[in-house]
């Protein structure tokens, strides 16, 4: 795994690393995709990927409109809100 | 346990302020060397709470069995009128907005909420260790871990802080640690309980788990906290077939234990091998019959653990994006993309990124077939070797950790190390079966050394049954 590589994973991530902790973090999932690669070995030819960990299938509700009550609590956490909106800073220039 | 204190407080040889003030002392006399809370519910709201049942007590009224009983949640469970930080940086100032499902149903029982226990940050790693806040250590020796991710909820059970506790298990944070710390942590079927609330983890794999000091007491607390929710679409009610199966009593002689032999091979510790080869011998004795068996994907289970786990991680973990939940104070943000990048870096810790940016890479185009497909692939293979393996017997019986509590610091730079704690109990969450860790025997140092039992889907109700028999023969 080069820079380049985890340069843009970490652009996917939305993660800023210092070059120390860039470091780091390639030599650890270098190690942890060597281990992993174990599962090459094993033949999996036919074999239908098992997707999650429920045997449920199209789980339907009633379409009703539940009316929530405004929640204080969820406004507090955020750092900045401005007539019960949530505030960020500009995306465009 | 629940039980006896049940019987206390309608006997009114206790009251149930009398038992929130012991608790509460406990605490007060404990946690400042073991550090299991990260946060306590205010000691006034608690007491006022106990004193509304003392006087349904007085006036004669029935109470139900958990009513008055106190107990604790791992902080990742949102419970209003509580922080929940899931152990992080990012959440350090997260006010729950409403209440997980499994705590409303404990609190519609009368149960009463007094904390919130430490753990790795999101639920990663095996030490508690990760907390972004301060470690919490072993009550069974202060120089070494209490296990995790569910480690602090296991020590407050283990140093009786509160009776029981929640914690979550996605691959192993409520077995491993009652393992370390010598209590019953049971991991039931995946689906069985409703994860409303639950900040997820990893979503196919991540279940609500008792931590009890007895299996009886992780019986009751799982019959209250199981069944279906509108909440949560992959949660159901046990299918009735398997409730008539649970009343269905049966004795250790009825029962085939399977012994699967790679759970006994390399890497597993000389002296848990010992203790666990002693505790099978005496439940042989007692008349069940002993197999030994093989899975042969099972030292596979770990690698496709660690595909499809950070994974999940990459895709639940991009809601922290430093606005909706909060995020870290006083940053220099020029941008909308900076806030991102700098409280995503800041606010997540080390293990936490490491598991964001391996699930990134498995996921990303040109890598998905060759990782995360293959890995669905092997967890079919996992699931199926489980289930013809139950065709064969009706529980597994190994080991709950390949090593025994480890000193604090002994792992933390090794990631790989750390992964390895979790190698025999992760099969339990890839295939979706019920699993439980009783504690079997006490090594020379007096460090515990844990029994985990594995039973097919949905076997739940008999998994306990048969724990109940071990557990009389084993302690």
């Known amino acids: ?93 | 346990m629940i039980k006896e204190l049940h019987q206390k407080l309608v006997n009114k040889e206790i009251t149930a302020v009398e038992l929130i003030n012991h608790y509460f002392n406990i605490i007060e006399e404990k946690d400042n060397q073991i550090k299991a809370f990260l946060s306590l519910v205010e000691k006034e709201k608690v007491l006022k709470q106990a004193e509304q049942i003392d006087e349904k007590i007085n006036k004669g009224e029935n109470i139900n069995l958990l009513e008055g009983i106190p107990f604790a949640i791992k902080d990742n469970m949102l419970a209003l009128g509580t922080r929940t930080t899931a152990g992080s940086k990012i959440l350090e100032d997260y006010e729950s907005g409403f209440e997980s499902t499994a705590v409303k149903s404990l609190k519609d029982q009368g149960a009463i909420l007094i904390g919130k226990t430490n753990m790795d940050e999101f639920a990663m790693g095996s030490s508690t260790e990760n907390s972004a806040f301060f470690p919490t250590k072993n009550p069974c020796d202060l120089t070494r871990v209490p296990g995790g991710s569910s480690g602090g909820s296991a020590a407050a059970v283990k140093s009786e802080m509160v009776p029981f506790a929640l914690g979550s298990d996605t691959g192993g944070s409520v077995r491993q640690p009652a393992s370390f710390c010598g209590i019953v942590g049971f991991k039931p079927s995946y689906g069985t309980v409703s994860r409303y609330g639950l900040i997820a983890m990893a979503s196919s794999l991540d279940i609500i788990s008792p931590l009890t000091q007895t299996v009886e007491d992780a019986e009751l607390v799982f019959k209250i906290i199981a069944g279906q929710d509108s909440m949560d679409s992959t949660s159901f009610n046990l299918p009735t077939d398997s409730d008539k199966k649970k009343d269905k009593e049966f004795k250790i002689e009825d029962l085939v234990f399977g012994l699967p032999k790679e759970y006994f091979q390399k890497g597993l510790d000389d002296v848990i091998k010992k203790k666990i080869e002693e505790a099978i011998k005496k439940i042989e004795s007692q008349g069940a019959k002993i197999k030994e068996v093989s899975l042969p994907t099972s030292s596979y289970a770990l690698s496709c653990y660690y595909i499809i786990m950070p994974a999940e991680i990459s895709a639940n973990l991009a809601r922290f994006d430093g606005i909706r939940y909060g995020g870290i104070k006083n940053l220099k943000i020029d941008n909308l993309r900076d806030l991102y990048f700098k409280n995503r870096g800041q606010g997540f810790g080390a293990e936490v990124r490491r598991r964001i940016i391996l699930g990134t890479h498995v996921l990303s185009s040109g890598y998905y077939d060759a990782y995360y497909k293959k890995a669905q692939q092997v967890r079919k293979l996992i699931n199926e070797d489980f289930n013809k393996v139950f065709q064969e017997v009706d529980f597994l019986l190994t080991p709950t950790s390949p090593t025994l509590p480890f000193k604090i610091g002994e792992k933390s730079d090794n990631p790989l190390a750390m992964y390895l704690s979790d190698i025999f109990t992760v099969g339990a969450n890839i295939s979706g079966v019920p699993a439980i860790n009783l504690p079997c025997a006490w090594t020379e140092n007096n460090l515990p050394v844990g029994l985990q039992l594995i039973g097919s889907y949905l076997s739940d109700y008999q998994l306990l049954q048969a724990a109940k028999l071990i557990e009389k023969i084993i302690i």
């Open chain 1, 1 to 93: 795994m080069d820079s380049k590589e985890i340069n843009h994973l970490l652009e996917l991530a939305r993660i800023e690393l210092s070059s120390q902790e860039k470091e780091k973090i390639t030599s650890d999932l270098e190690k942890i995709l060597d281990y992993v690669k174990q599962l090459q070995e094993l033949d999996t030819t036919g074999v239908e990927p098992m997707t999650g960990g429920t045997l449920l299938q199209n789980v339907c509700r009633e379409d009703e409109i539940h009316k929530q009550k405004e929640n204080d609590q969820l406004k507090n956490s955020v750092l900045d809100t401005e007539e019960g909106y949530f505030k960020v800073p500009p995306i465009f220039e």
